[in-house]
């Protein structure tokens, strides 16, 4: 029987957090799912720990690469997959035993090609954040509405959906290799090809902030891939006539502190240059040529 929903589980040095993912998902209450967990050059005991899992559950793959980075694992973990629907969970967060079953039952409900649901943060400090709401259960079939109610491009979340195989085959959706970011690029163009959202409001996925993540500390080529992202969904949505808030066309923010405290911060859209006091307060604008 062809899995119901097949869920991408990139790994790479997650040994510590990784069994609280698994137990996740082996525990759903939609039973009938795979699992592809894509070692990505792993150098800790995540291979064992995955081993592990899969000796017991017959629904966990292993698939080994090296280091390619979160983009190509998802990927690999995509080229195997075989559900009517695809997930993506990261090895160091965790759901809801009812997530999928919940997102799969309402994708099926309304015959939509993405169910998406709230994000909650997590952290070692205890503190909680909620990141993501929704707050009934409706149906979105305009690009902007897709945008609007999952937060996208500020929000480009991938893992806190279920996709229609089918459809991301169709259009030949595959994620950035050797960048970060590379949720972006998916996630805009995802919401753009596959017609139909639904909302699914009672389930939820749990993201850790982990402060050793590759994402937490920017150095230039984070800069420069986060920069190339913004860019990337500007043309999209140029090319496609999809007319978002003007902040969503923002190419970068600078923001210069004192003490910790925000006292100037610089807005670069495509053409123009604000510069705001505290932050809060135009004080002066620019033409630039990029």
């Keep these: 029987m062809r899995p119901k929903v097949s869920v991408v589980v990139p790994v790479y040095n997650a040994a510590e957090l990784l069994p609280r993912c698994l137990d996740s998902l082996v525990n759903q209450t939609l039973e009938n799912i795979e699992i592809i967990c894509v070692n990505d050059g792993s150098t800790d005991g995540s291979c064992e720990i995955l081993e592990k899992y899969s000796t017991k559950d017959s629904r966990i793959t292993v698939l ?4 390619l980075g979160q983009g190509a694992a998802r990927n690999v973990g995509m080229n195997a997959a075989s559900g009517e ?3 993506f969970v990261d090895a160091d967060d965790w759901i809801e035993l009812d997530y999928f079953e919940k997102l799969y039952l309402a994708a099926k409900k309304h015959r939509a090609e993405i169910a998406c649901c709230g994000i909650i943060r997590k952290y070692q400090s205890s503190k ?4 993501l709401v929704l707050p009934k259960e409706e149906v979105y079939s305009l690009t ?4 609007r109610i999952t937060e996208t491009p500020r929000k480009c979340y991938v893992y806190n959906k279920i996709y229609r195989r089918s459809e991301i085959e169709k259009h030949r959706l595959r994620f950035p290799e ?7 690029a998916f996630t805009i163009r995802a919401l753009y090809h596959l017609k139909t959202l639904v909302t699914v409001p009672d389930t939820l996925y749990f993201y850790w902030v982990n402060y050793k993540s590759t994402t937490r500390n920017m150095g230039d080529k984070k800069q420069r891939d986060l920069l190339a992202a913004r860019e990337d969904f500007i043309k999209f949505s140029q090319q496609h006539h999809i007319n978002c808030e003007e902040n969503h066309y923002i190419r970068r923010k600078i923001t210069y502190k004192f003490l910790g405290v925000p006292f100037m911060k610089i807005y670069q859209w495509e053409t123009i240059e604000k510069y705001y006091l505290f932050a809060l307060i135009p004080i002066f604008e620019k033409r630039i040529s990029l």
């Design 85 to 87: 629907y695809l997930g």
């Design 144 to 147: 902007l509405e897709k945008y």
């Design 64 to 67: 080994h690469q090296e280091n």
């Design 128 to 131: 909680t954040k909620v990141k």
């Design 178 to 184: 050797g960048v970060f970011f590379e949720d972006i």
